[in-house]
């Protein structure tokens, strides 16, 4: 794509296929899947992993959240939720400088289990289960929650091979992809 550094008008390669990749899964959380078997996680990760500004970073998996529940429907305990994809946002921040399959793989990991305990522990306060208000009762929420965890894992997981190892060959075969965007000159990198 062609830029010109005069008007501040930078789309390049690099930015145009990581939108491209971002938009895609956030579309597929709305598609029917299997509970908790969604993209969003991976975004997460990916968007703190290769956008430059935090900004755009945290920006990305809110939008396709909030996208998505106007299908889906809002209920008490988005706040919980957004504000746990967030924690897997800055989980890739973690992942900007060094992407590694182990690095990758600790932070889908860890994703995938603050997921469950903030979701879990979200739905138990909320009310909106029969569990009750006692250690019991958040025991009980987490026993239940188990089947979806290894869900989300597993979805999280497989969108984060498609993203990050799609990138990764993008980058292998189009140098070019491997470089940071600068939206207007002399300002700081804007999207990675």
């Known amino acids: 794509m062609q830029s010109d550094p005069n008007t501040g008008n930078f789309i390049g390669l690099r930015t145009a296929l990581i939108s491209a990749i971002v938009v895609a899964s956030a579309a597929l959380r709305i598609a029917p899947h299997p509970m908790n078997f969604t993209p969003i996680g991976a975004v997460a990760l990916f968007s703190g992993a290769y956008f430059t500004t935090k900004r755009v970073a945290i920006a990305v998996p809110l939008l396709s959240l ?36 182990v690095r990758i793989g600790a932070a889908t990991l860890a994703g995938a289990i603050q997921f469950f305990l903030v979701s879990n522990f979200a739905m138990w306060a909320s009310g909106l289960g029969s569990y009750s208000k006692d250690a019991s009762g958040l025991i009980a929420c987490y026993v239940s929650g188990v089947p979806l965890f290894w869900n989300t894992l597993a979805g999280d997981a497989f969108y984060v091979t498609l993203l990050f190892g799609g990138m990764a060959l993008a980058e292998k075969r189009f140098p070019s992809l491997r470089e940071p965007l600068i939206v207007v000159a002399g300002q700081k990198s804007a999207l990675g």
């Open 66 to 101: 909030i996208a998505g529940d106007m299908f889906i429907g809002f209920n008490r305990l988005v706040p919980c939720i957004y504000a746990s994809f967030l924690a897997s946002v800055v989980l890739g921040f973690w992942l900007h400088q060094k992407k590694s399959v």
